[in-house]
């Protein structure tokens, strides 16, 4: 008869989230597989029996993406959108992870820099692209200035309401403990931060592939936008949803990504 020593009790429940963790991490998988398959199929049916008009079949549009591959359209095109939602991304989200910090920290900085934010998040960065043309011309300039501001507002807000609702009882611990300001920001402040400062990294992320699109819209000569927009005139609908599933299919993997980092990041949070 074994003997259950009580070391064994203790290292039983770790035993069993080791054997648990691969099914948890290969059901989103399967499920997510199915759902794709499924997706697919619905679309297949719909486009055959002529319920919507003008819908192209999963096989049209994957040979048109064939051919766009083959003759380097798709890559150029994703390569040019990429580039700017990269840059015009990671300068919004430079400057508003500093500027959000010092708004939740400093009363002074919140009320002078807050009316400013809350004015410009109210105007939809679409609706700024038109000026942006005008004042910065047609270049890659205004493009990149849209997409940085449709990530900027979306992550300062984020960040600002992450030092805000920061638990003041870690603060004032800290400081019955002998711990500068500089010390609680950085090991208090900062970390209980970053889970909110990544949300709105991964918001951002939507609104600048949102922007980029629109804004290649207007003086582009290459991008997936610009693609959409010259295949519409033509009524190339296989090659719109090239560029529509190409956009999707990016964003996904690059909000994978920054889910990922967050998991990394905050792995002290407790997850469900």
């Known amino acids: 008869m074994a003997v259950i020593t009580p070391l064994d009790k203790a290292a039983a429940p770790a ?28 679309w297949a049916v719909v486009a055959a029996l002529g319920l919507v008009e003008n819908l192209p079949t999963p096989a049209a549009v994957a040979s048109r993406a064939g051919t766009m591959i083959a003759d380097g359209t798709l890559a150029s095109d994703t390569y040019a959108s990429l580039r700017r939602v990269f840059i015009g991304y990671a300068l919004g989200v430079v400057a508003a992870v500093p500027v959000g910090f010092l708004m939740g920290w400093y009363p002074v900085v919140r009320a002078v820099v807050e009316p400013y934010i809350q004015f410009f ?3 939809p960065p679409l609706a700024l692209i038109p000026l942006a043309v005008v004042l910065l011309g047609i270049g890659e300039v205004p493009k990149i200035a849209v997409i940085c501001l449709a990530s900027f507002m979306a992550c300062v807000v984020a960040s600002f309401q992450g030092v805000v609702d920061v638990d003041r009882t870690l603060i004032n611990a800290a400081r019955v403990l002998g711990a500068s300001d500089r010390v609680i920001f950085a090991k208090v402040v900062v970390p209980a931060s ?44 296989d090659a719109i949803f090239v ?30």
């Open 121 to 123: 998040r109210t105007i």
């Open 194 to 237: 970053t889970p909110f400062i990544l949300v709105g990294m991964r918001i951002g992320l939507g609104a600048s592939w949102a922007t980029v699109v629109a804004a290649e819209l207007i003086g582009a000569q290459e991008g997936l936008g610009y693609r959409m927009q010259k295949a519409a005139t033509w009524f190339d609908m």
């Open 15 to 42: 035993q069993r989230q080791q054997q648990q963790q691969p099914r948890r991490t290969v059901r989103p998988l399967v499920l997510g597989g199915l759902a794709l398959a499924a997706g697919v199929a619905a």
């Open 243 to 272: 560029s529509l599933i190409t956009i999707g299919v990016l964003g996904l993997v690059m909000d994978r990504l920054l889910l990922l980092a967050e998991r990394r990041l905050t792995g002290w949070q407790e997850r469900r």
